[in-house]
């Protein structure tokens, strides 16, 4: 069985920092790009962060410089470092894995490009 298995989120105070973990196991997701999501209560589903298996990065244009995406090949398991943390951050954060080997923007912006997802870790961020 394919899992993906968020952890990490909690309550912080807005200048603070977290690192969001996901936890592949079931199938090897080194080929895989995988990334992260995130939705406000009310809000659509909006794009934070995406990395290729070459390491390649892309990010939303309100965390870049904020937030730090990465991954562990070995330990099949994918990151998301977030620092200065603002209140408009607050959202459940979901990882999740495409095996679509055309790694475009489109295609790693693109929440329905994915193909498995987590369960979402929240993230409170206090003003």
């Known amino acids: 069985q394919v899992q993906l298995v968020g952890s990490g989120g909690g309550l912080v105070q807005a200048g603070d920092s977290l690192r969001l973990s996901c936890a592949a196991s079931?199938?090897?997701?080194?080929?895989?790009?995988m990334g992260w999501f995130r939705q406000a209560p009310g809000k659509e589903r909006e794009f934070v962060a995406a990395?290729?298996?070459?390491?390649?990065?892309i990010y939303g244009d309100s965390v870049k410089g904020r937030f730090t995406i990465s991954r562990d090949n070995a330990k099949n398991t994918l990151y998301l470092q977030m620092n200065s943390l603002k209140p408009e951050d607050t959202a459940v954060y979901y990882c999740?894995?495409?095996?679509?080997?055309?790694?475009?923007?489109?295609?790693?912006?693109?929440?329905?490009?994915?193909?498995?997802w987590g369960q979402g870790t929240r993230v409170t961020v206090s003003s």
């Open positions: 990395i290729t298996w070459r390491t390649s990065t």
């Open positions: 079931g199938r090897t997701f080194s080929s895989d790009a």
């Open positions: 999740a894995a495409t095996q679509n080997r055309r790694h475009t923007t489109m295609v790693l912006t693109t929440s329905a490009m994915y193909d498995y």
